[in-house]
T-cell receptor, first 111, second 113 residues
Framework: QKEVEQDPGPLSVPEGAIVSLNCTYSNSAFQYFMWYRQYSRKGPELLMY????GNKEDGRFTAQVDKSSKYISLFIRDSQPSDSATYLCAPGSGGSYIPTFGRGTSLIVHP | GAVVSQHPSRVICKSGTSVKIECRSLDFQATTMFWYRQFPKQSLMLMATSNEGSKATYEQGVEKDKFLINHASLTLSTLTVTSAHPEDSSFYICSALMGQAVHFGNGTRLTVT
């Protein structure tokens, strides 16, 4: 089992839809959780950073962490075509600051 | 805005030559930088951790003599792909630790002909 699992997609949704992107992990030592957005041929861009279970909201984005089930989600409200990208979840353990990346989920938001 | 700058964005070189990729932290000092490799539709693969003023720590399976990393200052780390071969063609991305979060450069597309 890989340490971080993500469905590669692609996930195709109409503009305005609520998007749910999910990630599971196996290492119970992970303490902080990041989501990155990567456009084609670009480096990943940090979207969200959370350190505990629960929800964290930033604009149209909400990150949700459930440590008991080792399940991470990213919700995007009112999705836009510009949100079309690959979303990588990246949990990490305290002390190393080296996140472990999932393979990413490709999202396509069509007008 | 961007906090990590990577250069060049694209490079094409002939087999057997060496290529240097630069990674700079903008407006902050990065004692730790990371180098990743990414194949199409695949996840980021950590190659090495670069620490300012000391030798890089390479991940298992990464040839340190082929992928030379130098982190001579608090704002600059370089990756040199030596004696490049077509199988080294890939997308190389650097990142830097700022606080507790890792920020990435925009990557370098290396094509070895």
């Amino acid at each position: 089992q890989k340490e971080v699992e993500q469905d590669p997609g692609p996930l195709s949704v109409p503009e305005g839809a609520i998007v749910s992107l999910n990630c599971t992990y196996s290492n119970s030592a992970f303490q902080y959780f990041m989501w990155y957005r990567q456009y084609s041929r670009k480096g990943p861009e940090l979207l969200m950073y959370t350190y505990s279970s629960g929800n964290k909201e930033d604009g149209r984005f909400t990150a949700q962490v459930d440590k008991s089930s080792k399940y991470i989600s990213l919700f995007i409200r009112d999705s836009q075509p510009s949100d079309s990208a690959t979303y990588l979840c990246a949990p990490g353990s305290g002390g190393s600051y080296i996140p472990t990346f999932g393979r990413g989920t490709s999202l396509i938001v069509h007008p | 805005g961007a906090v990590v700058s990577q250069h060049p964005s694209r490079v094409i070189c002939k087999s057997g030559t060496s290529v240097k990729i630069e990674c700079r932290s903008l407006d902050f000092q990065a004692t730790t930088m990371f180098w990743y490799r990414q194949f199409p539709k695949q996840s980021l693969m950590l190659m090495a951790t670069s620490n300012e003023g000391s030798k890089a720590t390479y991940e298992q399976g990464v040839e340190k003599d082929k992928f030379l990393i130098n982190h001579a200052s608090l704002t600059l780390s370089t990756l040199t792909v030596t004696s490049a071969h077509p199988e080294d063609s890939s997308f190389y991305i650097c990142s830097a630790l700022m606080g507790q979060a890792v920020h990435f450069g925009n990557g370098t597309r290396l094509t070895v002909t």
